[in-house]
C-alpha cells in the first residue's frame, strides 16, 4: 500500500505521550483542540518548532518534529490546506478522527530534529533526555 510522509512538531508533553505509545500514535486531543494538524513537509514542521514550541513553557521550550508514514487513501481524505507562505500547508483532521488516522501510519513515528529554546533548563524525563541525546539539536537563543 501506498503511503506519504507527513510530519508534526510536537512539545515535550506530546512526545513523552508519543514515546508512551511506543512511537506508534498521536495523543487524543484536548477539550480545546479540535483539530490535528499534520504538516506536509518538513521545512514548515521545523520553522514551528523553532518558532513556537521553544517559546512554549507548556512543552518545556523545546521543539521535536516528527515524521511518519500514513496511507495514501487516508491522507487523501484531507484536503490539503494553506495557511500561509506558500510551504504551508497542513492536513485538518478532525480530532474525532484521531484513532482512525493513527491506525493508518505505517512504521513509527520518528524524531528528525530537536530544537532547545533559551529558557529550557532541564528535563525530568529519562525517555525525553535519549530523545535529545540522540538526535541533532539546533540550540534557540532569540
Given amino acids: 500500500m501506498k503511503t506519504q510522509t507527513l510530519y508534526r512538531p510536537v512539545g515535550e508533553k506530546e512526545m513523552?505521550?508519543?514515546?508512551?505509545?511506543?512511537?506508534?500514535?498521536?495523543?487524543?486531543?484536548?477539550e480545546w483542540q479540535p483539530i490535528f494538524y499534520p504538516v506536509l513537509n518538513e521545512d514548515y514542521a521545523s520553522e514551528i518548532a523553532e518558532k513556537w514550541n521553544t517559546r512554549d513553557e507548556a512543552g518545556n521550550y523545546l521543539g521535536f518534529v516528527t515524521k511518519f508514514e500514513v496511507l495514501e487513501e487516508t491522507v487523501n481524505r484531507y484536503p490539503a490546506q494553506n495557511v500561509g507562505a506558500k510551504n504551508h500547508n497542513e492536513l485538518w483532521v478532525p480530532a474525532e478522527e484521531l484513532e482512525a488516522f493513527n491506525q493508518a501510519i505505517s512504521g513509527t513515528i520518528e524524531v528528525t530534529q530537536v530544537f532547545i529554546g533559551k529558557d529550557f533548563k532541564q528535563t525530568a524525563h529519562a525517555a525525553?533526555?535519549?530523545?535529545?541525546?540522540?538526535?541533532?539539536?539546533?540550540?534557540?537563543?532569540?
Fill in 16 to 30: 513523552l505521550l508519543i514515546i508512551e505509545s511506543g512511537y506508534r500514535a498521536f495523543p487524543p486531543r484536548l
Fill in 128 to 142: 525525553i533526555e535519549n530523545v535529545l541525546f540522540n538526535i541533532k539539536k539546533t540550540h534557540h537563543d532569540q
